[in-house]
């Protein structure tokens, strides 16, 4: 049997996030979260980058408390991650939300985004947040599918830059 868990970036091996953002150029597709493009920077450098994001009062202005969480098995292997944001900004609160997730291509189809996201709720909880909002594009099915199958209700809806958003809030 699989064993999977929910961890910190801290538990993180240079190699196993490689292979994880490999998979993504691959396929040709943009990582999400976001959160784990490191651009130009090295690995350790966007670790430290991440983990200053994630202290109560250390981050850039015009930023909130965040954090990168990553779904892996007992050996590393990374299925894939999500970004928790614990306050909201106006631009957040448009697009973006509370979280943002994604699973590697060769992953998906398999139940892991809906266990990351329940495991990722209680972290939401546990620092005080009561409902969550997930903002999706319209054409993103399967990660509809997921946040309703959480509970996910949808508010409304909106247009931007030719995309239809879909703003989703999960109750705790």
Not at 11 to 19: G, T, Y
Not at 65 to 73: K, S
Not at 126 to 141: E, S, Y
Request: glycine share 6%; charged share 25%.
């Amino acid at each position: 049997m699989k064993v999977i868990k929910l961890v910190e970036i801290i538990a993180i091996d240079e190699l196993q996030f490689q292979n994880y953002i490999d998979s993504w150029h691959n396929q040709k597709e943009r990582i999400s979260p976001s959160s784990c493009e490191t651009g130009t920077i090295s690995f350790q450098k966007w670790k430290e980058t991440q983990l200053i994001l994630a202290q109560e009062d250390n981050h850039p202005a015009g930023m909130v408390r965040a954090e990168t969480l990553f779904l892996i098995e007992d050996n590393g292997y990374i299925i894939g991650a999500i970004n928790l944001r614990y306050a909201m900004t106006e631009d957040l609160l448009k697009f973006g939300g509370h979280m943002s997730f994604g699973i590697r291509p060769e992953e998906r189809k398999k139940g892991y985004a809906f266990i990351m996201i329940k495991l990722a709720l209680n972290r939401l909880r546990v620092n005080g947040i009561t409902k969550a909002l997930v903002t999706i594009t319209r054409d993103n099915k399967p990660a509809q599918r997921t946040i309703r199958k959480i509970g996910g209700k949808l508010e409304n809806a909106y247009e931007s830059k030719g995309n239809v958003i879909d703003r989703y809030w999960i109750s705790l």
